[in-house]
């Protein structure tokens, strides 16, 4: 029922910036986590950054300091910017929450972004 809708992947050249945007198709109450992983061609997903919904964030080694994870809690919309990209940045970005449906909710729910390319490049 509820996706996760991603935007804001494309070219970019080295050096430069980008900022991903992950957001739900459909009304949720909250954001638990939330996590930002990316697949290149001929790898496995990792890891990339992560962060509590009022919490602190974690990265990469690979990323940190040049990516910043965040959310908007208002609108239960991800992000995250990027700055000082390299070629080895080039990958399919997947946006992964953990959410609460709604007040009553219990326990959370897991939702999949359905990626979107990044591509570093001159």
């Known amino acids: 029922q509820v996706q996760l809708v991603e935007s804001g992947g494309g070219l970019v050249q080295p050096g430069g910036s980008l900022s991903l945007s992950c957001e739900p198709s459909?009304?949720?109450?909250?954001?638990?986590?939330e996590a930002w992983y990316r697949q290149a061609p001929g790898n496995q997903r990792e890891f990339v950054a992560s962060?509590?919904?009022?919490?602190?964030?974690t990265y990469a080694e690979s990323v940190k300091g040049r990516f910043t994870i965040s959310n908007d809690n208002a609108k239960n919309t991800v992000l995250l910017e990027m700055s000082s990209l390299k070629p080895e940045d080039t990958a399919t970005y997947y946006c992964?929450?953990?959410?609460?449906?709604?007040?009553?909710?219990?326990?959370?729910?897991?939702?999949w972004g359905q990626g979107t390319q990044v591509t570093v490049s001159t």
């Open positions: 992964r929450i953990r959410a609460y449906r709604s007040a009553s909710d219990a326990t959370v729910t897991t939702y």
């Open positions: 962060k509590l919904s009022f919490g602190s964030a």
């Open positions: 459909e009304n949720i109450f909250a954001i638990y986590d």
